[in-house]
């Protein structure tokens, strides 16, 4: 089952976490996790620049090390990264010391391959121990999501993923889609869809 958008009472056990951003002048929030990934991260890219909107990429640092280039080209148009782990490790089932190192493992490839920093954090499966996210917001914002699209779960049609989608999306959502090799095809029929609704309701694509 996907939980399309967040309820509010978890989002109240978490409040220094990022859940929404500023709702002023219809302003949303678009995300994609787990690239770069080729032919998905660049197809993503294209339908972004056709709309000239913005999207930040919560990245996987192996896949960053495989594919600098297309990290490099998410930089030059004008999108945001931010740290997805170095290894896409669920907290919950990894231990305090690796799951930090790992955090950190992330950051050095950004600065090496292209030499930039982010202050932004997503745990991977959005888990992560109290602990983790306390020792990770001393430094970083840990930014979750308020609609999740259910793109990565091929079971659902994608018609419906974007009805969803669309259905969830307010001012100050922060939206989440996955560019990594599973969420491929479904992305080609249903991200320019939802890029076109933003755009023909008003809604500005911003950064995080």
Known sequence: MVWHTVPRAVQLLFPKRVWKGDSSDKRVYLT???GPVPGVTDFVLNELAIRDQKATF???????????????????????????????????????????????????????TLGVKTQLFRPPYGLMRDSQAKAVLQSKDVVMWNVLSGDYDLSIEPSRVLTKSIQNTRSGS???????????????????????????????????
């Open 32 to 34: 994609f996790d787990d």
């Open 58 to 112: 919560f990245m996987v640092g192996h896949n960053l090390q495989k594919f600098p280039k297309l990290g490099n080209e998410v930089l030059e148009l004008g999108h945001r990264i931010g740290n997805h782990t170095h290894n896409h490790l669920n907290g919950w089932k990894t231990n305090d010391a690796v799951y930090l190192k790992n955090i950190q493992a992330f950051d050095q490839v950004l600065d090496t």
């Open 174 to 208: 922060i939206i989440l889609f996955h560019d990594q090799q599973k969420t491929k095809e479904v992305l080609r029929k249903l991200l320019p869809d939802f890029l076109d609704f933003l755009g023909s309701n008003g809604f500005k694509t911003s950064l995080l």
